[in-house]
């Protein structure tokens, strides 16, 4: 797995990997804050060989809605089942660092912005007392490397976007392109 993700490439090549890699690390983050015990059970998981890894991951360490969230961008990206595998499996475990897509215009960055914060939901609410924390220290300065203009208030007003289409019944994550319409709408 040399390079996987395509570091310091600049290749848009690897972008449906890394966009599906930064909301998977994201899932790991907030289990990192919430249990810091789980860095030894993520190490002891990657000493298993790739199909252990993956199955692992996905079965006991991602909650339900974090894994089906990640299904549904694999197959709106239509990241291929391999890559989508190594990716669960931990393969940016192996690497130290994050990097978003290379290659993603404006509107693309926008929408990724949306689904971490959209991500954010997912977590459970064992783990909401940590959203304000990953919005500051992890989505906010991924989104601020992006060079879209984010201002600090961003996360929040998308958020509150994307809470007002939830209570409209835009529950599914087929609805999540019009949420993010709705959201990149009240945010630039």
């Known amino acids: 797995m040399n390079n996987f993700f395509g570091f310091n490439t600049g290749s848009s090549a690897y972008d449906k990997r890394r966009h599906l ?57 239509q990241v291929p089942d391999t890559d989508f595998e190594i990716i669960i499996a931990g393969e940016t475990f192996k690497y130290g660092e994050i990097k978003t897509p290379a290659g993603y215009d404006q509107e693309q960055d926008w929408r990724l912005v949306t689904q971490m914060i959209y991500a954010t939901m997912l977590t459970g609410s064992s783990m909401q007392q940590h959203v304000q924390n990953v919005v500051e220290s992890y989505i906010f300065p991924f989104a601020s490397g992006m060079g879209i203009g ?39």
């Open 150 to 188: 984010i201002k600090p208030s961003s996360p929040r007003i998308i958020g509150n976007a994307i809470q007002t289409c939830l209570n409209l019944g835009m529950r599914s994550f087929d609805d999540l392109p019009r949420i993010e319409d709705y959201a990149l709408s009240m945010v630039k």
């Open 21 to 77: 890699n930064l909301i998977y690390h994201e899932f790991m983050y907030f289990k990192l804050l919430e249990n810091q015990s789980i860095a030894m059970v993520v190490k002891n998981v990657m000493a298993k060989n790739m199909n252990e890894r993956y199955n692992i991951f996905l079965a006991s360490i991602l909650n339900k809605y974090e894994g089906n969230f990640l299904y549904y961008l694999k197959n709106r990206y």
